[in-house]
């Protein structure tokens, strides 16, 4: 029996003196159904012809294969597609250095007085793989309490770990030591590029009362909240925070109703504000007061905005048949490169190496588009799409089928120095090679002059 899966979260726009435009992270609440499809990225005015289907062997073979299963890895079970729950995590901790998570099958002690917490228990296993040998440098297990992601990677080897409502700091070691403390349970983390600020949402219910060494809620830093019409709840229960993450301050705090992606940089965060027509004016908020149009784009939809580095940001739109748009940017203004993508491709999901030069966007290939009128089932899934572009040229450097399918990713991973690709598949984690990307936005703009 095939399933019908749940689109994305609900759309929100939080202001912060002026609007920000948002997008839908893990864990919101359903949407209505033309938001759904806009946000899939798989709407169409038109019948779409068959995507062109990933090559089921990568464009170029593997430097070398780890294989999964002698590190207690399985598969999980199909009945998981389409919940998007996180059931892995790969990432570079250095060039030689691999950390893999993953969940681990097995029976959970249930506390009675606890039930709803520890429904959602389970156990992630952590390994660090040197290599190119694979061996095993470092592993343990963590208890965690939710299926959402749960794991960010800092510089210099670091990561984060969220649980409830602790985000703790980790090293190669796997070794953690308290960071931050909430007065309420953690939905969701992002960061910018350079990882100087940290992006948190957490549910805390005005009853909520904070507690010694708590983060906190200034005044001075509360913002503006704008609810997303669709939305009825009267009383929002979600803090929206960004803080520095050398110092824990906190910079901004806003009420809001649903999760919220923030695009920000180090220097402010980016909104999209509606001009005539299908045009989307792009402007830029310092942090330090003042803001700067960095020009507009032409979309059908409110596009979604991610930074790939201090100087480079992606805006994903949608094209006059609804088609979506990839468009690459600069804070200069620049316009990089512009190129279409399969409108068949759902749940786009992107990473990008360390110095920004790489990205890698991975999505779900539906066998039809997907609309109000025909929504994703399991039985439509058919393959993970995996391409590594070379961010200031758009050139695509690698493309690969990811297998088992993980619908909320956390199977790819970028090398700091951009010349390694890991994805988890065939069984394996695959390593691959890949020269140089083209130098950085501020080399290339000094050679041209601009």
Known sequence: MSRRLAGAGLWLQVALGLAVSSAPLWGAPMAKPDVIALMAMGFRKKQAAAPEPPPLHATQPPALTIP?????????????????????????????HLLFTFRVPGLIHRDPKAADASSQERQIRAVVLRLPEGSVQAETVWTLHDRARYLWM???????????????????TLQLKPFLHFPGPVQWV??????????????????????????????????????????????????????????????????VRTAVH??????????????????????????????????????????????????????????????????AMSTTGRRLWDQPASGSAVWPLLVTSPDGLRLA???????????ASAPLGTEDIKGQDVQVFDAVTGKVALRAQA??????????????????VAIVRAQGIQ????????AQLEDQEKQTGR
């Not at 920000?264 to 965060?269: A, L, M």
């Not at 999505?363 to 588009?369: D, E, I, M, V, Y």
């Not at 297998?403 to 390694?420: E, R, T, W």
């Not at 390593?431 to 083209?438: K, N, R």
């Open 154 to 172: 800092l510089p210099d080897g670091h990561f984060l770990l969220r649980d409830q409502d602790n985000i703790q700091v980790g090293d190669a």
């Open 262 to 327: 923030l695009p920000i940089n180090s220097e402010g965060y980016l909104e999209t504000l509606r001009g005539r027509g299908t045009s989307w004016v792009l402007n830029l908020n310092y942090f330090t007061g003042g803001s700067k149009v960095l020009g507009s784009v032409e979309s059908v939809c409110s596009p979604m905005i991610d930074f790939l580095s201090l100087r480079e940001f992606l805006v994903t739109g949608c094209g006059s048949s609804g088609e979506p748009r990839l468009v």
């Open 361 to 371: 966007r991975e999505t779900l290939l539906s066998n039809h588009s997907v609309n």
């Open 190 to 255: 992002e960061m910018d590029p350079e990882r100087k600020y940290v992006v948190t949402g957490s549910t805390e219910p005005p009853t909520t009362a904070s507690k010694a060494g708590d983060v906190p809620s200034p005044g001075t830093a509360a913002a503006q909240v704008v609810d997303d019409e669709s939305n009825r709840d009267p009383e929002p229960d979600l803090i929206l925070r960004i803080l520095r993450r050398d110092t824990g301050k906190v910079m901004l705090v806003s009420h």
């Open 68 to 96: 999964v299963e002698p590190l207690g890895f399985t598969p999980p079970g199909s009945f998981y597609l389409g919940m998007r729950y996180t059931m892995v995590s790969l990432d570079f901790l250095d060039e030689n």
């Open 403 to 420: 297998l088992p399918i993980f619908d909320a990713g956390g199977n790819v991973a970028i090398s700091p120095s951009n010349q390694k």
């Open 431 to 438: 390593v691959f090679d890949l020269p140089a990307a083209p």
